[in-house]
């Protein structure tokens, strides 16, 4: 299910919210306070975390800088009825998605950045199902399943990856079969991509 987190001081907001987005189809949870969202928050697959620039005590932006570091990588929307320059830089110079003005953008412009950030957090979880397949097989590859691997990387051909390596090319044929059955990928230009894409230096 798509899970909207908002983190506002503002009661009468989140009770406005939570009616507007589950209306919308969302499934809601809302906190007061960072505090709140530490003791309660729960990863339920695609999801947005929205959090409010001026909370009680602490920066909006400063409990989204606290997110990497405790494994939290969802997308996160920053909102503030006071916009400064300074301030929504910050937030997106360090990986926030979107930014939304409230009380001046129209609720249809945060639906759609909502939509977007579901379909962010959506690719980010294919990706990271296909990074874990990725490490699982190579993990599974033998010491010159490795090293044919590498050539392949390196844009090495059957061929000469076999003169390389001083064996036959059946051999590389068979072993670049099994490394693309191992990892879950069926070519050698979706091998290089992908790992260009999860920046995977093969050694």
């Not at 987005?21 to 929205?50: D, H, L, P, R």
Request: charged share 30%.
């Amino acid at each position: 299910m798509e899970t909207l987190h908002i983190i506002d001081d503002d009661e009468d907001l989140l009770f406005a919210w939570k009616n507007l987005f589950e209306k919308e189809g969302y499934i809601v949870y809302t906190y007061e306070s960072e505090k709140q969202f530490n003791k309660n928050y729960i990863n339920k697959g695609a999801e947005v975390i929205i959090i409010d620039l001026d909370l009680d005590n602490e920066s909006g932006i400063e409990v989204f800088k606290k997110f990497n570091q405790k494994g939290i990588f969802s997308p996160v929307i920053l909102s503030s009825g006071y916009l400064e320059v300074g301030s929504t830089e910050e937030f997106l110079c360090n990986g926030g998605f979107r930014i939304y003005h409230k009380g001046v953008e129209h609720r249809l412009s945060f639906l759609k950045k909502i939509r977007l950030a579901i379909k962010s957090s959506q690719q980010n979880m294919e990706l990271n199902l296909s990074k874990s397949k990725f490490y699982t097989g190579f993990n599974k590859l033998t010491a010159k399943q490795k090293d044919v691997f590498k050539l392949m990387l390196e844009g090495e051909t059957v061929a000469s990856s076999a003169h390389k390596l001083s064996i036959l090319e059946g051999t590389i044929s068979a072993h670049r079969t099994e490394i693309f059955k191992k990892v879950g990928i069926e070519s050698v230009n979706d091998l290089k991509l992908f790992c260009t894409q999860i920046k995977f230096i093969a050694k």
